[in-house]
């Protein structure tokens, strides 16, 4: 049974740094492109980040490029993001999600797996 698990989320003011993990399990990790999306209360969930299977393809929303980073360890089966200059309008459940086929790059429409989620609230 696969499962992504993240963490790291929190509060934060305006400005500050957090960094996003998700723990992979259940099939091998390496072979699969990851991506991160987050939904805000009262809107759809939105692709934030993706990145290849072997980390040399990553791409992002405009709103984010520049602030955040998208890597991976896949000795540790993890994926994670890094957000930097956050801003409030960054407050939202931020969601991990792996892919349906293996040795693609990452297609945001093309998800298999999610995580719970882990809150990030952005105070201005």
């Known amino acids: 049974q696969v499962q992504l698990v993240e963490s790291g989320g929190g509060l934060v003011q305006a400005g500050g740094s957090l960094r996003l993990s998700c723990a992979a399990s259940g099939r091998i990790f390496s072979i699969y492109s990851m991506g991160w999306f987050r939904q805000a209360p009262g809107k759809e969930r939105e692709f934030v980040a993706g990145i290849s299977w072997s980390g040399g393809n990553r791409n992002y929303v405009d709103s984010v490029k520049g602030r955040f980073t998208i890597s991976r360890d896949n000795a540790k089966n993890t994926v994670y993001l890094q957000m930097n200059n956050l801003k409030p309008e960054d407050t939202a459940v931020y969601y991990c999600?792996?892919?349906?086929?293996?040795?693609?790059?990452?297609?945001?429409?093309?998800?298999?797996?999610w995580g719970q989620g882990t809150q990030v609230t952005v105070s201005s």
């Open positions: 999600a792996s892919q349906k086929v293996p040795y693609t790059d990452y297609d945001p429409s093309q998800n298999k797996y």
